[in-house]
Nanobody, 117 residues
Framework: QVQLVESGGGLVQPGGSLRLSCAAS????????MNWYRQAPGKERELVAA????????NYADSVKGRFTISRDNAKNTVYLQMNSLKPEDTAVYYC??????????WGQGTQVTVSS
């Protein structure tokens, strides 16, 4: 059974930090690129960060460059999103996604991040 389980969300003040984790099981994690998406109320889901299957190459949305860092540990089947200098506009539900061109692709259930004073 395929599972992607996000954790680490919560309430944080502006300027604070959070580290999200996404633990994968039920598929060959190292064969997949991993993505973090987010969806704020009333907005479309957007890609925040991506990392290739072997790690190394990463990509970020302009809105989070220099503040967020994506990483992965293939030995632990886990992808991370370190979020620093958080802003109220970062408030959203954050989702991880396992992606490969040949599919199938998988989504986690999401974790809420709220940035507020």
């Amino acid at each position: 059974q395929v599972q992607l389980v996000e954790s680490g969300g919560g309430l944080v003040q502006p300027g604070g930090s959070l580290r999200l984790s996404c633990a994968a099981s039920g598929f060959i994690f190292s064969n997949y690129a991993m993505n973090w998406y987010r969806q704020a109320p009333g907005k479309e889901r957007e890609l925040v960060a991506a990392i290739l299957s072997a790690g190394g190459m990463t990509n970020y949305a302009d809105s989070v460059k220099g503040r967020f860092t994506i990483s992965r540990d293939n030995a632990k089947n886990t992808v991370y999103l370190q979020m620093n200098s958080l802003k109220p506009e970062d408030t959203a539900v954050y989702y991880c996604k396992a992606w490969r061109a040949a599919g199938p692709n998988y989504w986690g259930q999401g974790t809420q991040v709220t940035v507020s004073s």
